[in-house]
């Protein structure tokens, strides 16, 4: 992810694609924005996972995690829906 207005890129670990899903349980490729690798690993589509899970996930390769400017994205559902 690209910032517009800079061209620099955000310091954060994301989402890059959500290869599948079934119910709440994910398996996603993360990318790093510090140093671009990427990595497939598991998740849970929920609120707490997205705030607190992925902003403190370190990458294997450089060892950064998110940075202050982290914007975590939403759940799939929300927390009172039955998937």
């Given at each position: 992810m690209v910032a517009p207005?800079?061209?620099k890129r955000?310091?954060?670990m994301?989402?890059?694609k959500i290869d599948?899903?079934?119910r709440r349980d994910f398996w996603a490729i993360y990318e790093c924005e510090h140093c671009g690798h990427t990595e497939r690993g598991s998740g849970y589509d929920d609120a707490n996972f997205h705030?607190?899970?992925i902003p403190k996930m370190k990458c294997k390769k450089c060892?950064?995690?998110a940075g202050d400017s982290y914007r975590p994205m939403g759940a799939k559902?929300?927390?009172h829906e039955v998937v």
């Open positions: 207005a800079t061209g955000k310091n954060k994301h989402i890059q599948s899903q079934y705030q607190n899970v060892g950064l995690a559902y929300a927390a």
